[in-house]
T-cell receptor, first 115, second 113 residues
Framework: AAGVIQSPRHLIKEKRETATLKCYPI?????VYWYQQGPGQDPQFLIS???????DKGSIPDRFSAQQFSDYHSELNMSSLELGDSALYFC??????????????FGPGTRLTVL | DQQVKQNSPSLSVQEGRISILNCDYT??????FLWYKKYPAEGPTFLIS?????DKNEDGRFTVFLNKSAKHLSLHIVPSQPGDSAVYFC????????????FGTGTRLTIIP
């Protein structure tokens, strides 16, 4: 079965550079979530999109922005990178069906290292 | 403010025995709970979930129990196998799972052959 695809899998950037992370949800899933997992921490919610509209926002820095495109893939744009942005970034997708429970399925993650 | 807590950072269990992982939550708006298994540098893998209208859900070797009054859930794995060794995250959501997940801090399970 098709899973969530994230690219790139690894990314190394210098401080103050920009980075773009991509997420391709499971086919027919219309909702995408982004999470950040720092070393030794649990995943923290950043932002989510439902049907190409932002649906919720968590502890996402103003330097970060994201969007969901017409084909439902999503991109997380990170500017003015800081050392503290080094983390694993996960994308998850779900198919939102009213009145039903909907599990989120995660991609393999992008490991971002800021030097 | 940790709304989902896993108080045991690690757990070691003999192969073939039962593994019990615990999770507590504080937010009464949570109505959907999930367990994920995670290996290093990989994404969380969905294991099993439970809605707040149930108190038990079974899937093969995995059973999740929910005690709403105590705001407590547990994952039972029986029999435990070496391949079960991983970090297990408890997660909670509101609105039937149509909202963000709030994760616990994880429990590292080691199955001893």
């Amino acid at each position: 079965a098709a899973g969530v695809i994230q690219s790139p899998r690894h990314l190394i950037k210098e401080k103050r550079e920009t980075a773009t992370l991509k997420c391709y949800p499971i086919p027919r899933h219309d909702t995408v979530y982004w999470y950040q997992q720092g070393p030794g921490q649990d995943p923290q919610f950043l932002i989510s999109f439902y049907e190409k509209m932002q649906s919720d926002k968590g502890s996402i820095p103003d330097r970060f922005s994201a969007q969901q495109f017409s084909d439902y893939h999503s991109e997380l744009n990170m500017s003015s990178l800081e050392l503290g942005d080094s983390a694993l970034y996960f994308c998850a997708s779900s198919g939102r069906i009213a009145g039903e429970n909907n599990e989120q399925f995660f991609g393999p993650g992008t490991r971002l290292t800021v030097l | 403010d940790q709304q989902v807590k896993q108080n045991s950072p690690s757990l070691s269990v003999q192969e073939g025995r039962i593994s019990i992982l615990n999770c507590d939550y504080t937010n009464s708006m949570f109505d959907y709970f999930l367990w994920y298994k995670k290996y290093p540098a990989e994404g969380p893998t969905f294991l099993i979930s439970i809605s707040s209208i149930k108190d038990k859900n079974e899937d093969g070797r995995f059973t999740v129990f929910l005690n709403k009054s105590a705001k407590h859930l547990s994952l039972h794995i029986v029999p435990s196998q070496p391949g079960d060794s991983a970090v297990y995250f408890c997660a909670a959501s509101a609105n039937f799972g149509n909202e963000k997940l709030t994760f616990g801090t994880g429990t590292r399970l080691t199955i001893i052959p």
